[in-house]
């Protein structure tokens, strides 16, 4: 086995009672009061859930639906939709404040205006006991089958950091590189608790397998990785290059509104998307543009349905 290292105006009737039906049975906060029970708010078609909790902040100008990054301060800082009709007065007891910020943990449902880039709220949960689902991560195990005989370093005096770090560095130069990354057998000091503490030992040249993956081919890339690198080694064929995949999210980032963050997957050959909304118009539109499961869209808000 291995270790995996690293890497409010009215709106249509319909809308109305399509709102109650989806509602009647959700939470009210603990404290008691009333949730806001407001109309979906201009310029909105459907309702909408954040589907797990999420911050609503407040810092003097305003309550936010914290949607992105939050940084790890006190009191914390993050951005995001307005909310629309919010009034902290019913979640007493509900959130924190610090020097002037209000914030706490809920899952909201309602509209979202993307054009005013407004939440208004027709239903709040508190957040606090929510459990989390699991959570699917990228497999950074090595692709290559185990070679026979058991993976084996085959030349000890270029199996060290500095001949792994230069490993990596030439991986980025050759042609159609699409990324890098380590996986790393058992260490028995480890098993045996004389490592413990020890990020060196967990990551020892010596038991570490180089994963590197190209579209060009594999050999040829392992042949010029061999003149540098000793140690275990795995490479293996991309669908996409780095640079094209990095192309793409630059190109989603300066023309898409509402992209909460983008990053390229070089392991999937994807990039990954995450947006304030999508109803699914912008996964059909890149999927058009830049071929089928390419992008790959998270949309924080969520149908209510």
């Not at 709220?121 to 929510?130: C, K, P």
């Not at 689902?133 to 185990?146: M, Y």
């Not at 996986?183 to 020890?198: C, F, I, R, W, Y």
């Not at 509402?258 to 392991?267: D, F, K």
């Amino acid at each position: 086995m291995r270790q995996n290292r690293m890497r409010p105006p009215a709106v249509l009737g319909a809308l109305a009672a399509l709102a109650a039906v989806v509602l009647a049975g959700c939470a009210t906060p603990r404290d008691g009061s009333v949730p806001p029970g407001g109309a979906p708010g201009p310029g909105s078609t459907a309702l909408v859930t954040t589907k797990h909790p999420v911050t609503v902040l407040d810092d003097g100008e305003g309550p936010e639906l914290c949607l992105g990054a939050m940084a790890a301060s006190y009191p914390p800082q993050c951005g995001g939709p307005s909310v629309i009709g919010w009034d902290w007065n019913w979640y007493v007891g509900q959130f924190e404040e610090a020097a002037g910020v209000r914030w706490g943990l809920f899952t909201l449902t309602g509209t979202y205006d993307a054009g005013a880039d407004a939440f208004t709220a027709i239903e709040v949960v508190n957040g606090t006991d929510y459990e989390w689902p699991e959570v699917d991560v990228t497999d950074f195990s090595t692709p290559c089958p185990e070679p026979e005989g058991g993976w084996r370093v085959l030349d000890e005096s270029k199996a060290r950091f500095e001949a792994m770090n230069a490993a990596f560095e030439l991986a980025q130069r050759i042609d159609g590189y699409a990324t890098a990354w380590m996986d790393q057998l058992p260490n028995p000091a480890v098993k045996s608790g004389a490592a413990e503490g020890s990020e060196m030992l967990m990551n020892d040249p010596l038991l570490t397998i180089v994963n590197v993956r190209v579209t060009g081919d594999p050999r040829a890339a392992e042949a010029e990785l061999r003149e540098v690198w000793g140690g275990m080694l795995c490479v293996t064929q991309a669908s996409r290059a780095a640079a094209e995949l990095q192309a793409i999210q630059s190109e989603i980032m300066s023309s898409t509104p509402g992209v909460l963050s983008a990053g390229e997957n070089g392991i999937s050959g994807t990039v990954e998307v995450t947006l304030v909304y999508d109803d699914g118009t912008l996964q059909d539109r890149f999927d058009v543009e830049y071929g089928p499961g390419v992008v790959r869209v998270t949309s924080s808000l969520v149908s209510a349905g």
